[in-house]
């Protein structure tokens, strides 16, 4: 995760295919139940343990100030 400053628009977060939507929370700082409201929002009913498409995280990431970014060859998401 790459932070420029706080409160920055810029933040970028890598984020997989595939992602678990309590690992996006993590990543981006907020807790998982934020992150199914916002999925909520967006007619996707998914629960923290469940995973959702880059697509749909990339949306979720921009509402909260993040870039989201696929991640580079040889750079391990955890």
Same mark, same amino acid.
Do not use: C
């Given at each position: 995760?790459?932070?420029?400053?706080?409160?920055? $628009?810029?933040?970028?977060?890598?984020?997989? %295919?595939?992602?678990?939507?309590? %690992?996006?929370?993590?990543?981006?700082?907020?807790? $998982?139940?934020?992150?199914?409201?916002?999925?909520?929002?967006?007619?996707?009913?998914?629960? $923290?343990?469940?995973?959702?498409?880059?697509?749909?995280?990339?949306?979720?990431?921009?509402?909260?100030?993040?870039?989201?970014?696929?991640?580079?060859?040889?750079?391990?998401?955890?």
């Amino acid at each position: 995760l790459e932070h420029s400053s706080p409160g920055d $628009p810029g933040k970028t977060v890598y984020v997989l %295919d595939q992602m678990v939507v309590r %690992d996006l929370a993590s990543a981006i700082g907020v807790k $998982p139940f934020k992150i199914v409201a916002d999925l909520l929002a967006l007619e996707r009913f998914k629960n $923290p343990d469940e995973a959702i498409d880059f697509e749909t995280a990339s949306i979720i990431a921009r509402k909260h100030g993040y870039r989201a970014k696929k991640p580079p060859p040889g750079v391990l998401v955890l």
